[in-house]
């Protein structure tokens, strides 16, 4: 089947307000990344959840911006199609205007990254300027609300946002500011399914949603949990669609048990030698014993 022409910020508002649901997933390294746009996939995310599932860190706090530069630079040489959206990571846009605006650029100058995204914007911190710096200066930015990894120690965890009436009126406030602010679409991060499609309803640029039910504009999952590649956090909303790690082992497990039998490599596996070749090396060789 032919894949649609490559994405652009119109047409994601095109399918916005046509009905027609956004895909998007992360990605992190140049086999995948040309996977998932061969898949016909309209975003790759270049997540800082790098950190945690590539990374081997315990949040995603301790992601530097050279580390995601390194990882854009490696799906933006696999993705020709879907847009490629780059994460900005912990404490790279809560600084001053010109540095936020620096860091954003470095995404699309040197890792050719199509937009960034920003965390955040619905309690004190400064995201929300951070966005109109960002959007300012021409740079497409995806905000993010809900849970907001960068700062989940803050709010007690990794858990539900938007719980009760007035926690779901500040995320709506917030969602509008930062459409007001300049985003191109918002990420929506555990929260409940009845806020995220009133917010949805009421914006005019598209939602993602992740743990924020159906009602959003599209959906992203991050990859290693729809391959089912697990680690070692499970979140109630990430569907498997594969069971991959399991085949990983059972592959591993069985290479492992060729190579101790002596049947791997085989002669079909391994390269012979010209036996004229191979006879007048032995000879030489076997003079010097």
Same mark, same amino acid.
């Given at each position: 089947m032919a894949l649609p022409e490559k994405v652009t910020l119109p047409s994601l508002l095109e399918k916005k307000n046509s009905g027609r649901k956004i895909t998007m997933l992360t990605a992190y390294d140049y086999a995948i990344a040309s996977l998932v746009d061969q898949a016909g996939i309209d975003l790759v995310l270049v997540g800082d959840s790098v950190g945690m599932v590539a990374l081997g860190y315990s949040s995603?706090?301790?992601?530097?911006?050279? +580390?995601?530069? $390194? $990882?854009?630079?490696a799906v933006r040489r696999?993705?020709?199609r879907a847009l490629?959206?780059?994460?900005? !990571?912990?404490?790279?846009?809560?600084?001053?205007?010109?540095?936020?605006i620096r860091n954003a650029g470095r995404f699309l100058q040197e890792a050719g990254c199509d937009a960034v995204k920003v965390e955040g914007g619905?309690?004190?911190?400064?995201? +929300?300027?951070?966005?109109r710096a960002i959007a300012g200066a021409g740079i497409p930015v995806l905000g993010h609300l809900g849970l907001t990894p960068q700062t989940a120690a803050r709010v007690g965890g990794f858990k539900l946002q938007a719980k009760d009436a007035q926690a779901a009126d500040q995320l709506l406030s917030a969602a509008l500011r930062l459409e007001k602010a300049g985003c191109f679409g918002l990420v929506l991060e555990c929260v409940p399914a009845p806020v995220a499609a009133e917010v949805t309803r009421r914006l005019k640029i598209p939602t993602?949603?992740?743990?924020?039910?159906?009602?959003?504009?599209?959906?992203?999952?991050?990859?290693?949990?729809?391959?089912?590649?697990?680690?070692?956090? $499970?979140p109630r909303f990430a569907r498997p669609f594969a069971q991959l790690d399991r085949t990983i082992i059972k592959a591993v497990q069985q290479f492992r048990? +060729?190579?101790?039998?002596?049947?791997? !490599?085989?002669?079909?596996?391994?390269?012979?030698?010209? !036996?004229k070749q191979l006879a007048l090396w032995k000879k030489k060789w076997s003079k010097k014993k």
């Open positions: 995603t706090v301790s992601v530097t911006m050279d +580390e995601m530069l $390194h $990882h854009c630079k696999a993705v020709s490629v959206v780059g994460d900005m !990571p912990f404490m790279s846009f809560n600084c001053s205007r010109e540095q936020t619905q309690g004190s911190d400064d995201s +929300e300027a951070a966005v993602i949603g992740i743990g924020a039910g159906s009602g959003c504009d599209g959906q992203v999952l991050v990859i290693n949990d729809l391959l089912g590649l697990k680690g070692d956090f $499970h048990a +060729e190579v101790e039998k002596g049947t791997f !490599p085989s002669d079909r596996e391994s390269y012979a030698m010209d !036996p």
